[in-house]
């Protein structure tokens, strides 16, 4: 299985199967995500909270079959007869849910997909079970496929996503600074993003390399202000 850095980043950051790590919260979800010939019905429903990796992952999928993505919020908008023959993959797809055309834009899509020969992947927040589907027939196909989840980052994940966030600003971590980071910070990789940003602007307005100690004096501002 190939090392690989994942984490939902702007649109700049690297999103293919080099850049993702394979760590204890995700390597389940990726070892489905690189079977995908083996799903059952030609489909997958991966769950994980924001800043989890879904996207970066549905990106890596994408990139192993040509698949187009859609997120769930462009479905009404969407040809859906022009998907016939492609896989594709739904991101965010919980969101449909109490929107009776986006629903059943999601119920087309699907059926179209796999008659086709396609293969479908489909992301969310949580199960389907927990969607609130109003569609009979958009619900048993959705509570049907099979899941895969994507965990919260474990510290050797967050780990390694901040010392490539602080390597692509080129700043030279100091040996102390990541585990001090890493039970003060929420546990996102959205979050590990946003904090180095935050850190390299308080260091650069000081004009002076970061630290441990800088790094706490900006954690203990920014618990004083209350954000």
Do not use: C
Not at 50 to 59: E, I, S, V
Not at 101 to 111: I, T
Not at 184 to 194: F, T, Y
């Amino acid at each position: 299985m190939a090392e690989q850095l994942t984490f939902d980043l702007p649109a700049h950051a690297a999103q293919g199967l080099d850049d993702f790590l394979v760590t204890p919260s995700n390597t389940n979800a990726m070892a489905a995500v690189e079977t995908w010939q083996d799903w059952p019905d030609r489909k997958l429903v991966l769950v994980g909270a924001a800043g989890t990796g879904k996207t970066h992952l549905t990106h890596v999928w994408a990139g192993m079959v040509q698949a187009r993505i859609i997120p769930s919020t462009n479905l009404i908008d969407t040809d859906i007869q022009t998907l016939a023959g492609h896989s594709v993959a739904v991101e965010d797809a919980d969101q449909v849910a109490g929107d009776t055309n986006a629903e059943a834009a999601l119920f087309h899509l699907h059926n179209l997909v796999l008659a086709e020969g396609g293969s479908l992947l489909i992301t969310g927040i949580a199960a389907p079970s927990r969607w609130g589907i109003d569609l009979p027939d958009l619900k048993s196909r959705m509570e049907g496929t099979t899941i895969a989840t994507l965990n919260a980052p474990d510290d050797m994940l967050l780990s390694a996503v901040l010392v490539k966030l602080f390597d692509d600003r080129q700043i030279a971590v100091p040996a102390n600074l990541i585990d001090y980071l890493l039970p003060r910070m929420d546990r996102s990789l959205a979050a590990a993003a946003a904090l180095v940003e935050q850190l390299d602007h308080a260091a650069l307005s000081e004009g002076r390399p970061l630290t441990r100690n800088l790094a706490a004096r900006f954690l203990q501002d920014e618990m004083g202000s209350g954000t």
